[in-house]
Each structure stands twice: as structure tokens, then as C-alpha cells.
């Protein structure tokens, strides 16, 4: 490209004053589209990724499409995505095709100049041989020029990809600083929350309000309140997955004073959506190769899962796809059982599946997490109607604690009134449970009186 910009300099001197207008209308041009590709790229991958979502939710939930009668609703789901995807897809190729348009244009006019230079400047001595020679070479220039041009608004277009990707890597991290814990802790599992606030953002009003309660050792506590009360949030608090202010203390141990690894390893959690990976079935329950085929095997047994198992390298697919929302619960809980730890919490661990798997899982909670402390962030009031204690939430603070068989003495409190509206059956069914899990506690706390 120098050789023809020297060579049409030669044949004609002004030919550098024309190159040099173009080339830097042509460079103001190429700037004014990539910062508008660029922009538009943007809002084309936003926009494709609930297509592709809702492409996969509904393929993975086709069996229960069809049998709802759902797939108009879904289609009209996918046509509106797909709309607004396909608006910037549309936004994409116009600004692409204008943009090539102009180039095309411009090169045209440069062209065409260095033709009519000739004209203006022919003093007689003007070859016919040097202007086709000139206008030869300016063709050659400008194609050279147009296709680099595109090419290299190409690349950055496309490196939009890469950089979403980049920006994950630029997000602010998790201080995991901190000493570790001790060897044995928790021992006792004793969980104390002690003017606690928490908020998600440092600008908004605190999710948790003051919160202060303790839990005793080997209690099963259950955590109820309506959608958006702060029961999930509390679980964040514990296991520090959003900044808090107050304290968190477990067997007198402060946690946000300990190594972030060390706190969440010795905490179980079974949550609302359980987590299984592209692998085997033996990697899904131990990760980090900890434990042998036999305990692994004892735990599929706790949960009642050995006889649904051939193997523990059996492949399990994307999602879990090829266990039932139950089963998978029931993995989670299997892995819970192999961790042994002294504090397990459940986030809703039960919304999504049948009665009869949410009574098997909390069986075997009584069975093999007995002397566990348990807490338990409840959609279904039955799942904690036999706690140990119930903790009421409304919009951040705790308003009840207590026994359930105690608060549903109060027919003006929370829980009662949560319960009344289950129906005459259902709160006829839950008061019982309520009342012969209190008479059984009553029971236990009078024979460690007459032991002692």
C-alpha cells in the first residue's frame, strides 16, 4: 500500500492532498460506526441470551409443557423474545450495510478525483499511460483500504463477545481472608445473631433490621414469613454472601472473623434448587474425593436413594436432568449426610417436590441429623409445625419466636394467623403436630429434670 501511495505521488504530487481528505474522512467514519457497532453488539447478546434461556427451560420442561397445554403461552413467550432479539439483529445489519455503503461511496469519489485531477491539472505534457496508471493504482488502494477497514471493524465488533466475558473476571471478589477456623468447630453448633443488619447494597435500607436471637445446640428451628420478609437473607448473613452488620456467632466463634473457605465447608445447605454437575454421580457427591465407596454408599442409603442407584459412576446429566426434582433433593441431602456437619441449613428445600418426598426428607433429617442443629427457611408451615422453636419474619426483624404449640395459643399472633389461612383441615392437621411434638418435648425436658 506505500509502494502505490509513492508511486501516485510521483505521478501526480496534489494526488497526496486528496488521499490524505479521504483517508481521514474515511477514519472519522470508521470511528462513528464502532462506537455504534459496538453498542448494538451489546444489546444484540443481551437480547439473544432469554431466547437461548427460554429455548432450553422449555425443551428441558417438554413433557409438562405438553400436558398443562402450555405451548401456545410458550410460543407467545418465545415470539415476543425473539422480537426484541431480532430488532437488534435488524439494528446490526442496517448500521453494517449503511456503513458499507459509505465506504463504497468514498472510495468511488476518491477515485473519481484522481481522474478529474488530471483534467484540472493537464498542462499538455499529461500521459495518457501515467492516468491509467494512477487510476489503476487508486482502485487497487482503495479496495485494499475498504477491506481492511472492514475487517478490522469485524474483529472489534465480534471481541464484544470476549469482552462480556472479561468483565465477569473484573468483579469485585470475596474478602476469603481470615485465620482458620478451629479443628473441631462446630462442636455444638450453637448459633447466636446478635444486632445484625444486613444490607445488599450500602446505599439501601437494610434487608435485616436488628436481628438477635439464639439457637441452642441440636435445636430444629424453622424460619417462616411471607415473600420478601428476610428469610433467605438470613441464611446470606450466615454464610456471608453479602456484608453485614452486627454479628454472627457459632459455638462462641465470630464468623465474619474466620476464613470464608473454613465457615462455609462446616455448614451444610440443601437449597431450594439443588446444584448437580455435567459429571458422575460419585463427583456430584464428593467433589474433593474425600470419602470411600462405602460411606458414599451409606449415604445413599440414609436418604433412600441406594436402590435407585447402579453406580456410582453412573453420568449425571446437565441440571440433573435425568433424577426427579425429589431425587435430586434427596442427592443434596445425601451429600449432607457425607459432610457430617454439626449445622445444616435447608433454603426451601422442599417447595418444589411431592408431600411424600418432603416427608421422607424430613424422616430422615430426624433420623441422621438428630443431634444436628437445623435450620430450616420453610415454604410449607407442615415442614416446621415439629420444631424445636419458629421464628416469625416481617420485613426484616423478627416479630415471633417460640415454640409452634405456643404461638398458635395466640390467636392474634403471626403464626396463628399464617395458619388460620391453610383451611379448617389443614390447620386442624398442623395444630396437632404442633401440640404432640410440644407434649413429646415436654416429656424429654421432665425426664432430664428427674435424670438430673
Not at 433454603?347 to 441429623?369: G, M, Y
Amino acid at each position: 500500500m506505500i509502494g502505490i501511495l509513492v508511486m501516485i505521488a510521483i505521478v501526480n504530487p496534489y494526488m497526496m492532498l486528496t488521499t490524505l481528505f479521504c483517508g481521514s474522512f474515511m477514519y472519522i467514519l470508521t470511528i462513528i460506526y464502532l462506537n455504534t457497532a459496538q453498542a448494538i453488539k451489546r444489546l444484540e447478546g443481551v437480547t439473544r441470551s432469554p431466547v437461548f434461556s427460554h429455548v432450553s427451560a422449555s425443551m428441558a420442561g417438554l413433557f409438562t409443557v405438553r400436558a398443562c397445554g402450555a405451548q401456545d403461552m410458550l410460543r407467545a413467550q418465545f415470539d415476543d423474545k425473539q422480537d426484541v432479539h431480532t430488532s437488534a439483529w435488524y439494528l446490526t445489519l442496517v448500521t453494517n450495510t449503511a456503513f458499507s455503503i459509505y465506504l463504497s461511496l468514498f472510495s468511488a469519489l476518491y477515485v473519481l478525483i484522481v481522474a478529474y485531477t488530471f483534467l484540472l491539472m493537464d498542462d499538455g505534457t499529461t500521459k495518457s499511460g501515467d492516468v491509467g496508471l494512477a487510476i489503476s493504482q487508486g482502485l487497487i488502494l482503495v479496495n485494499m483500504v475498504q477491506h481492511g477497514i472492514k475487517m478490522t471493524t469485524e474483529v472489534v465488533s465480534q471481541m464484544i463477545s470476549v469482552e462480556r466475558v472479561l468483565q465477569f473476571t473484573k468483579l469485585p471478589q470475596e474478602a476469603a481472608g481470615g485465620p482458620p477456623a478451629p479443628r473441631d468447630w462446630p462442636q455444638r453448633a450453637r448459633l447466636v445473631f446478635k444486632d445484625l443488619y444486613l444490607r445488599y447494597d450500602r446505599e439501601a435500607e437494610p434487608v435485616l433490621k436488628n436481628l438477635n436471637i439464639v439457637i441452642e445446640s441440636g435445636w430444629k428451628v424453622g424460619v417462616v414469613g411471607r415473600t420478601g420478609a428476610g428469610k433467605s437473607s438470613l441464611i446470606s448473613a450466615l454464610f456471608r454472601l453479602a456484608p453485614i452488620d452486627g454479628h454472627v456467632y457459632i459455638d462462641d466463634v465470630d464468623t465474619g472473623e474466620i476464613a470464608l473457605k473454613d465457615l462455609r465447608s462446616r455448614i451444610s445447605i440443601i437449597p431450594q434448587e439443588p446444584v448437580l454437575f455435567s459429571a458422575s454421580l460419585r463427583y456430584n457427591l464428593d467433589p474433593f474425593d474425600k470419602y470411600s465407596d462405602a460411606e458414599i454408599w451409606k449415604a445413599l442409603e440414609q436418604v433412600e436413594l441406594k436402590q435407585s442407584v447402579t453406580s456410582l459412576s453412573a453420568e449425571v446429566e446437565a441440571g440433573g436432568a435425568n433424577f426427579s426434582a425429589g431425587q435430586r433433593q434427596l442427592l443434596c441431602l445425601a451429600r449432607a449426610a457425607l459432610a457430617r456437619n454439626r449445622l445444616l441449613v435447608l433454603d426451601e428445600a422442599t417447595a418444589n417436590v411431592d408431600p411424600n418426598t418432603d416427608a421422607l426428607i424430613q424422616k430422615s433429617i430426624r433420623k441422621h441429623f438428630a443431634d444436628c442443629t437445623v435450620l430450616t427457611v420453610a415454604h410449607r408451615l407442615h415442614t416446621v409445625a415439629d420444631s424445636d422453636r419458629v421464628v416469625v419474619m416481617e420485613a426484616g426483624q423478627i416479630v415471633e419466636c417460640g415454640h409452634p404449640h405456643d404461638l398458635l395459643q395466640n390467636e392474634n399472633g403471626y403464626f396463628a394467623k399464617m395458619v388460620n389461612q391453610l383451611g379448617s383441615a389443614s390447620e386442624q392437621s398442623l395444630r396437632e403436630i404442633a401440640q404432640k411434638a410440644y407434649l413429646q418435648h415436654i416429656k424429654y425436658v421432665d425426664a432430664d429434670d428427674h435424670a438430673q
